[in-house]
């Protein structure tokens, strides 16, 4: 079975550009959701959907915002991309919403904002 | 602020050694779960405690859920190379998972 799968791997933008991130969950699943691990930060919640709805939303401003696919895959996107956006994007996906839903992890994409 | 806070950040012993890695919040969470992430790679699900005081093992490791459901612990016997890697806890409310910063654990042969 394959896992949850990410791209680009890597990513280099500068600022005020906009990046926009990519993940497709493992087959079944329905809620993505996305993290940002910056250096010494540790993952933080960004965004979290589930059946093409937006769910929950962690502490980040507008500028990052996202979207779910009828086929369940999930893309997110940073505006006006700042030095401190730099920062792996991890995306997990679950099965089904109840709570306590194991989530896996893929690979993530580093983004480098120059 | 870290919701969840672990110590210690880094770790470094030799091969045979034990290990603990702790995990401290002020909060109270419906479950709390250890990870390990090895570079360039996402975090890998190890176990998932649910039960205040519930103890956990997966073969050389130990994990453990405070009684309050706010803290947990992780001890590694007999440490290999192969444990080497970051390891998070993060816990679970509301459908939202908040992690630690993580401790980097390096078991050196």
């Known amino acids: 079975e394959a896992g949850v799968t990410q791209s680009p791997t890597h990513l280099i933008k500068t600022r005020g550009q906009q990046a926009t991130l990519r993940c497709s969950p493992i087959?079944?699943?329905?809620?993505v959701y996305w993290y940002q691990q910056a250096l010494g930060l540790g993952l933080q919640f960004l965004l979290w959907?589930?059946?093409?709805?937006?769910?929950n939303r962690g502490n980040f401003p507008p500028r990052f915002s996202g979207r779910q696919f009828p086929n369940y895959s999930s893309e997110l996107n940073v505006n006006a991309l700042e030095l401190e956006d730099s920062a792996l994007y991890l995306c997990?996906?679950?099965?089904?919403?109840?709570?306590?839903?194991?989530?896996?992890f893929g690979p993530g994409t580093r983004l480098l904002v120059l | 602020t870290q919701l969840l806070e672990q110590s210690p950040q880094f770790l470094s012993i030799q091969e045979g050694e034990n290990l603990t890695v702790y995990c401290n919040s002020s909060?109270?969470?419906?479950?709390l779960q250890w990870y390990r992430q090895e570079p360039g790679e996402g975090p890998v699900l190890l176990v998932t405690?649910?039960?205040?005081?519930e103890v956990k093992k997966l073969k050389r490791l130990t994990f453990q859920f405070g009684d309050a459901r706010k803290d947990s612990s992780l001890h590694i016997t007999a440490a290999q190379p192969g444990d080497t890697g970051l390891y998070l806890c993060?816990?679970?409310?509301?459908?939202?998972?908040?992690f630690g910063a993580g401790t980097t654990v390096t078991v050196r042969a």
């Open positions: 993060a816990g679970e409310s509301d459908y939202k998972l908040s």
């Open positions: 997990a996906s679950s099965y089904g919403t109840s709570g306590g839903e194991t989530q896996y």
């Open positions: 087959s079944g699943h329905t809620s």
């Open positions: 909060s109270v969470f419906s479950s």
């Open positions: 959907y589930d059946e093409g709805e937006e769910r």
């Open positions: 405690v649910v039960t205040g005081g």
